[in-house]
């Protein structure tokens, strides 16, 4: 484990990970002139990636260990000695568990559908559409609060692994790459498939949430809210597995909202009356 202690490894393997599967993406013709990416879209993507991780993170980690320090002014290094593999497990499962209901929330309460929404506004997938979402909605988010708690209570380096991890699976979910492709192209492979896309996300399954309609049986938009395990979906109730991805991605009726009221809202609003962050 001598690596988890380079300074900065997390960082550095995210954007590793970012940087080759967008590479790839590049040079496999996703952006050029058929895609439906905008100047806006890149302005989304690009600012929210960056607030998240250079604003965000660095924010809330401390404040949770202030906060750990008032409510359990011993909590500090109390795990540190813990068995390396059930405190990895312990990070990760929470992490995602936490991710799992407050998206699934997002999309059941409209306040925090609003701060979710650029998320689903994108009309394709792609490597940076993982961080696309209004910067209240990462400051709430629970499982980064979480993440800053397991650091302060001496599982550092567990949440470095865990988010390296993370960053692998989510980025190769919403990655157009679709790396499954391969697993559903021979039957001998159907087996290993049927078992890996019901413990993780994969593109197919979350591409099936971005699906802008429900109606082609093959979008799941009120569904599939797994981040990096799949298998909470199939718990309770919210899965669909088609094998199929869908053709159309983003909102219905997109009213083509400003970059800066997709991140800033409510602080900032839409100028389109027509839109839900309008108002």
Same mark, same amino acid.
């Given at each position: 484990?001598?690596? #988890?202690?380079?300074?900065?490894?997390d960082?550095?393997?995210?954007?590793?990970i970012?940087?080759?599967l967008?590479?790839?993406?590049i040079?496999?013709?996703?952006?050029?002139?058929? =895609?439906?990416?905008?100047?806006?879209?890149w302005?989304?993507? #690009?600012i @929210?990636t960056?607030?998240?991780?250079?604003l965000?993170?660095p924010?809330?980690?401390?404040?949770?260990?202030?906060?750990?320090?008032?409510?359990?002014?011993?909590?500090?290094?109390l795990?540190?000695?813990?068995n390396f593999?059930? @405190?990895i497990?312990?990070?990760?499962?929470i992490?995602?568990?936490?991710?799992? %209901?407050y998206h699934?929330?997002?999309?059941?309460?409209n %306040?925090?559908?609003?701060?979710?929404?650029?998320?689903?506004?994108?009309?394709e997938?792609?490597?940076?559409?993982?961080y696309?979402?209004?910067f209240?909605?990462?400051?709430?988010?629970?499982?980064?609060?979480w993440?800053g708690i397991?650091?302060?209570?001496?599982?550092?380096?567990?949440?470095i692994?865990?988010?390296?991890?993370?960053q692998?699976?989510?980025?190769?979910?919403h =990655?157009e790459?679709? %790396?499954?492709?391969f697993?559903?192209?021979?039957?001998?492979f159907?087996?290993?498939?049927?078992?890996?896309?019901?413990?993780?996300?994969?593109?197919?399954?979350?591409?099936?949430?971005?699906?802008?309609?429900s109606?082609?049986?093959i979008?799941?938009?009120?569904?599939n809210?797994?981040?990096?395990?799949f298998? %909470?979906d199939i718990?309770?109730g919210t899965?669909?597995i088609?094998r199929?991805?869908?053709?159309?991605?983003?909102?219905?009726?997109?009213?083509n909202?400003?970059w800066?009221?997709?991140?800033?809202?409510?602080?900032?609003?839409?100028k389109?009356?027509?839109?839900?962050?309008?108002?």
């Open positions: 484990m001598e690596l #988890l202690q380079i300074k900065n490894i960082a550095i393997a995210v954007g590793l970012l940087t080759l967008g590479s790839i993406e040079f496999s013709g996703i952006y050029g002139k058929n =895609s439906k990416r905008n100047k806006n879209d302005y989304v993507e #690009l @929210s960056f607030q998240l991780f250079v965000i993170k924010i809330i980690y401390p404040l949770s260990a202030i906060i750990i320090i008032i409510l359990v002014p011993n909590a500090k290094n795990f540190l000695e813990t593999l059930v @405190s497990l312990m990070v990760i499962i992490d995602d568990f936490l991710h799992y %209901w699934r929330k997002s999309h059941e309460w %306040w925090l559908w609003k701060l979710h929404r650029p998320h689903h506004a994108a009309r997938m792609g490597v940076l559409v993982s696309r979402n209004a209240f909605f990462y400051i709430l988010m629970p499982n980064i609060w993440l397991a650091t302060f209570i001496g599982l550092h380096k567990q949440v692994l865990a988010v390296i991890i993370k692998i699976i989510v980025t190769g979910a =990655s790459l679709r %790396w499954d492709r697993l559903y192209s021979k039957k001998i159907h087996p290993f498939a049927w078992l890996i896309e019901r413990f993780i996300s994969t593109p197919c399954t979350h591409f099936s949430h971005h699906g802008q309609n109606d082609d049986g979008s799941n938009p009120n569904g809210f797994g981040n990096m395990f298998i %909470w718990i309770f899965a669909l088609t199929k991805y869908p053709k159309t991605f983003g909102i219905p009726d997109d009213p909202d400003s800066k009221s997709h991140l800033f809202y409510p602080i900032i609003k839409s389109n009356e027509n839109s839900e962050i309008s108002n």
